[in-house]
């Protein structure tokens, strides 16, 4: 796969994050339910989305840095030592700054 391949990947899971965050952040904002049964689980509700939503952005900085590489041109190289990524790890994991070995060992 190209690099350009993996910018179109990138920026369409970049938009896919994008647009569950807003709707993350639309949940936050209506109004609560005067139930107590119903609030409670609400908030229960709001812990997992509150998760998801972090989860969203340390990808969504992932990406971004990903996206940088490509256009500083080093995308594909372990930034850690300097190697080629493995084909199947970028394709597994797009936006991963490092290669098998130096993951690990991370």
Do not use: K, W
């Amino acid at each position: 796969m190209s690099t350009p391949d993996y910018e179109q990947i990138l920026r369409r899971r970049q938009r896919e994050l994008y647009s569950r965050l807003h709707r993350i952040e639309e949940d936050f904002e209506t109004p609560r339910n005067p139930d107590d049964d119903d609030r409670a689980l609400e908030r229960s509700n709001d812990e997992v989305l509150e998760e998801l939503g972090q989860a969203g952005q340390t990808e969504l900085r992932a990406i971004d840095a990903a996206l940088t590489r490509i256009s500083e041109g080093r995308f594909g190289t372990c930034t850690r030592c300097g190697q080629p990524i493995s084909p199947a790890r970028l394709a597994a994991v797009p936006y991963t700054p490092f290669c098998e070995a130096c993951s690990r060992e991370i």
